[in-house]
């Protein structure tokens, strides 16, 4: 089985090819063209520019990850074999996967009608993904570096087997902050998620406050490095209700709330800059990684209460903000400590951010869920930018 993904949901334009080996998913190349660079200026995604970026790489990309899954990938750049080798791959396809929400409208459409165009000529099914079932779903390639609970042998670089339900996850990205427990596969329940910001957004409005530039999670992360986070202290947002009464005069403790606000933090940083006069570097790299640090711990409090409360065997960290280290590292030893039996995954960082191979693991599992009558070449379904989890 090959399958084709298609991810342009923002301002990454990827394609990916998966097979299956050994009753697993695995990622035969995943190509991401990002447009950083065309956004840098303007301090974020301009939707406009990011559309236009999008048609202009969709089939250079997607001609190098159909090349680059080829067994003589390394001579892909030479044309004219480069040609037979990508038509080669393209006749092998037998399912295409694209993202078809949430994101920028302009940037879904190029991702869907190019699946629907290379659908109707291949006469190949077209699988419509869910962006975020796609970053949950990059933890499940066997490629994915697989954390095993304390006690077992090697704690990194060991290739997964099949995860354990049922699964708890964090998912954390530019737009969503979530908790999800899967009793099985393809199978949500929303546990937690964030009232204002997500985690993503509140890095990328941290860095802006500190003049550090775009993309924010990866500026506030360098800068964070040489900083001292003792220097200053960000609130840690818990949303559990004061206990109450009952009518037995008795105070009633509820329970640890599991959703998420980052809006107040935010407000810390400006009100804290503005109070401080001119900034230098040193003085960033202070408040990055308290930034920083407020986060990942507001992230690691929330995620331990689930894990109390759900008590699943496999936790999983997912979405762009995967790809922070302080974030894998301290949630990774909090796991470990409290709950040493539940297996921790993360996958390795360029799988965090935006890319292809995502959405290529997740078809896979929609696939070997589907009934056949339920896979056909269609073209009934549209870019969906708000389409909900
Ligand atoms: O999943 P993603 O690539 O796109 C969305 O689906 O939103 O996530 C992008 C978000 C951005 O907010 C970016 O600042 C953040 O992930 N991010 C990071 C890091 N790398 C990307 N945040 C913290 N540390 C990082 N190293
Ligand atoms: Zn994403």
Redesign the pocket.
């Known amino acids: 089985m090959k399958i084709l993904a298609i991810e342009t ?2 301002d ?1 334009t990827s394609a990916a090819i998966l097979t299956e080996k050994d009753g697993r998913p695995v990622l035969l190349s995943n190509v991401v063209s990002s447009q950083i660079d065309l956004h840098k200026e303007y301090g974020g995604v301009v939707p406009e520019v990011a559309a236009r970026a999008h048609i202009e790489s969709i089939i250079p990309v997607i001609k190098k990850a159909l090349n680059e899954s080829g067994p003589k990938k390394q001579l892909y750049k030479k044309n004219a074999y480069a040609q037979k080798l990508y038509q080669q791959s393209l006749n092998e396809i037998d399912y295409i996967a694209v993202t078809y929400g949430p ?1 920028l409208v302009g940037s879904l459409v190029v991702g869907v009608e190019t699946a629907k165009a290379l659908g109707l000529a291949l006469n190949k099914p077209i699988i419509p993904i869910n ?2 079932e796609g ?1 949950i779903y990059a933890n499940l390639v066997s490629n994915v570096k697989c954390h095993l609970p304390a006690g077992k042998v090697g704690m990194s670089n060991v290739k997964c087997a099949e995860p354990k339900f049922p699964i708890a996850t964090l998912l ?5 902050t979530m908790l999800i427990y899967m009793k099985n596969h393809l199978d949500y329940k929303i546990i937690g998620e964030t009232r204002d910001d ?4 509140a ?2 409005k941290g ?1 802006r406050v500190l003049g550090l530039g775009y ?7 360098k800068a964070a490095e040489e900083g001292d986070a003792s220097k200053h202290n960000f609130p840690i947002i818990d949303l559990t209700e004061p206990p109450k009464r009952g009518a037995d005069g008795f105070l009633k403790y509820p329970k640890p709330s599991l959703d998420f606000s980052f809006s107040g933090l935010k407000t810390a940083l400006i009100s804290t800059v503005k109070n401080h006069g001119p900034l230098t570097k040193k003085d960033k790299a202070d408040l990055a990684v308290s930034f ?1 640090k407020a986060i990942v711990d507001t992230l690691v409090q929330n995620s331990l209460r689930a894990v109390e409360e759900y008590k699943p065997k496999t936790f999983i960290l997912s ?3 995967a ?3 302080m ?1 894998r590292e301290t949630l990774e030893s909090a796991i470990k400590k409290s709950s040493p039996d539940t297996c921790y995954l993360i996958p390795d ?1 360029n799988l ?3 890319n292809a191979g995502m959405i290529a693991a997740a078809a896979y599992y929609r696939i070997k869920k589907a009934r056949s009558s339920e896979l056909k070449a269609q073209s009934q379904f549209a870019a969906e930018p708000n389409l909900k989890f």
Request: negative net charge; charged residues 15%; proline residues 5%.
């Open positions: 949901s923002c990454e994101g962006h975020l970053h954390v990205s530019g737009g969503h997500a985690a993503g957004e890095f990328d860095a993309p924010g999670g990866p500026a506030i992360a920083q979405g762009g903000v790809a922070n280290k974030l960082t965090c951010t935006d």
